[in-house]
């Protein structure tokens, strides 16, 4: 069935460098697709999204790149700081603005010092 | 400004019983969502609700339930509760017909 995915369960990544997460998604319809990051203990936060007629946004230390092509989407967090240390997930937004999301099933990025 | 609170944070239940989790979403959003996530998994969609009345639904059985008040604060109700049920519970609001959610930090069922 369509869904959206992770490549990776777990990531590792020194601290300073930079950090790329990647996902995959099935639906070539899908037109919206967020990153939301995941502290323990917390909800979903928002990251950074991207809509289907662009191929790259960047935010504050991260840039988001879709391949529509591949079907296949990706974040890049430059500089990893401790802080970063969270599970990541794609989504997508299927539908209207606002209506139900899909999870893949999310990347832990855990920091070396 | 306050984010999407919700209530409680953490609950235990036996199997077979009710539970109702409550959510007020954050100012100026009308709209509520709820998602179950299972350990180790990403958030599944259970329902969404605006303007009072259910306009979305996930792949989840007639057991839940939900409810939306006038001031766009929300309830989800799970009956004869399973094992299976327990989870982190989270309520996301947003405003109709604008992108992005805010996610509240969940409440944490346990069910014994």
């Known amino acids: 069935g369509e869904s959206v995915g992770l490549h990776l369960p777990t990531l590792s990544v020194q601290e300073g460098d930079n950090s790329i997460i990647n996902c995959a998604y099935s639906?070539?319809?899908?037109?919206?697709f967020i990153w939301y990051k995941q502290e323990s203990g917390k909800g979903p936060q928002f990251i950074i999204d991207?809509?289907?007629?662009?191929d790259k946004r960047q935010g504050q230390r991260v840039t988001v790149l879709l391949n529509k092509t591949v079907k296949h989407l990706s974040l890049q967090i430059a500089a990893t700081q401790p802080g970063d240390s969270a599970v990541y997930f794609c989504?997508?937004?299927?539908?209207?603005?606002?209506?139900?999301?899909?999870f893949g099933s999310g990347t832990r990025l855990s920091i070396r010092p | 400004d306050a984010g999407v609170t919700q209530s409680p944070t953490h609950l235990i239940k036996t199997r077979g019983q009710q539970v109702t989790l409550r959510c007020s979403p954050k100012?100026?959003?009308?709209?509520v969502s709820w998602y179950q996530q299972a350990l180790g998994q990403g958030p599944q969609f259970i329902f969404q609700?605006?303007?009072?009345?259910?306009?979305q639904r996930g792949n989840f059985p007639d057991r839940f339930s939900g409810h939306q008040f006038p001031n766009y604060s929300s309830e989800l109700n799970v009956n004869a509760l399973l094992l299976g049920d327990s989870a982190l519970y989270l309520c996301?609001?947003?405003?109709?017909?604008?992108?992005?959610?805010?996610f509240g930090s969940g409440t944490r069922l346990t069910v014994v």
């Open positions: 996301a609001s947003s405003l109709d017909r604008v992108d992005g959610y805010t």
């Open positions: 639906n070539s319809a899908s037109d919206y």
């Open positions: 991207i809509r289907s007629n662009m």
């Open positions: 989504a997508e937004n299927r539908g209207s603005s606002a209506s139900k999301i899909i």
């Open positions: 100012s100026g959003h009308d709209t």
């Open positions: 609700y605006y303007e009072e009345e259910e306009r």
